[in-house]
């Protein structure tokens, strides 16, 4: 299994970055999809996670604030991050379980003041 994330970036506080991930080498796909990350000095944490019928479930601290979306057929998982605070930056990793974790190799936000 290997996960390919795209997106990341400096934004300022307020804007909007769009996160994306490819996940291969399932014959079966995947059944959920989550993205999470890790602070300067923090534990990794959930960020959002989907499952392959489409429920979701997301940290308290980006409800409302950020979407998770995928595409079974492309084996792709989204997550649309809008309103950004300096607090989300951090290094975020796509992950997905088939048999143990697998990660995606991070991809830096970083969001200003």
């Known amino acids: 299994v290997q996960l390919q994330a795209f997106g990341g970036g400096f934004v300022q506080a307020g804007g909007s970055l769009r996160l994306s991930c490819a996940a291969s080498?399932?014959?079966?796909?995947?059944?959920?999809m989550a993205w999470y990350r890790q602070g300067p000095g923090k534990q990794r944490e959930l960020v959002a996670m989907?499952?392959?019928?489409?429920?979701?479930n997301y940290a308290d601290s980006v409800r409302g604030r950020f979407t998770i979306s995928r595409d079974n057929a492309k084996n792709t998982v989204n997550l649309q991050m809008n309103s950004l605070k300096p607090e989300d930056t951090a290094v975020y990793y796509c992950?997905?379980?088939?048999?143990?974790?697998?990660w995606g190799q991070g991809t830096q936000v970083t969001v200003s003041s």
């Open positions: 992950h997905v379980s088939v048999g143990r974790d697998y």
């Open positions: 080498g399932s014959p079966f796909g995947f059944n959920n």
């Open positions: 989907i499952t392959r019928i489409g429920l979701t």
